[in-house]
């Protein structure tokens, strides 16, 4: 009752280019969804598996690297370190946006809303009001269709042995290239990023799988050192 009773207010509050790239945005994570659900049973995962992890997890990113570790062969040890590393930027997500979480007892379902997209249409309103009901919207609606998108891949993953003939294997990665490209314009990011991708490589042919992708974070102390410090002028005393 709660949650129909706030979507109502939602939709009153926020006009209509923020509801459609709401819908936009909850289209494109349902068809990410099916992508996932279906990877995860033609990889041999029962077809609960994909759905519960949707609702628990609810984040692509660590579900789709906690699958792929699994199937690969990785231990279940470091599959859940990579996901919980990938999902470490919630953290200052928090930071930046903690007054759309609501209070009380909805502050436990307002946080296991938070994800990149709630978030980034939330910081992207002029008011407070605003933010939270984009913020609620947006993750009620990945809630609704990240699980059921992946239920109906899941389905479809029963009915069509090879998922990769359809390209439904590709949708993820895809996705993640696209969003990924334009910060690669930024010298020390591309720096970062081959650096890891090559720490990975090299990794790969003699660690467990999900090991090299934890050694790839050792991109990122290229981009801290290669950083310029904060200028510094001197005075007249």
Known sequence: MFIISNMR????????????????????????????????VGAGFPIWLPILLGYAVLAAGS???FIGIIAAGGSPVTAVLAGLLVNARHL???????????????????VHLMNDESVALALAQSDARRRTAAYWAAGLGVMLVWPGGAAIGALIGTVISDTAALGL??????????????????????????????????ATSFLPAGAPIL?????????????PGPVTTSGGR
């Open 215 to 227: 050694l790839a974070l050792f991109g990122i102390l290229v981009a801290v050192r290669e950083r």
């Open 92 to 110: 200052p997500y928090g930071l930046s946006a903690p007054d759309v979480v609501g209070s009380g007892w909805r502050r436990w379902l307002g």
């Open 9 to 40: 207010s939602i939709w009153r509050t926020l006009d209509r280019d923020t509801v459609a790239g709401i819908v936009t945005v909850c289209l494109a994570i349902g068809m990410i969804g099916v992508s996932y659900g279906a990877t995860a």
């Open 169 to 202: 294997d590709a949708i993820f990665p895809t996705v993640l290239l696209t969003l990924v490209l334009p910060s690669l314009r930024d010298r020390l990011t591309l720096a970062a990023a081959g650096t890891g991708a090559v720490v990975a490589l090299i």
């Open 63 to 65: 579900e789709f690297l």
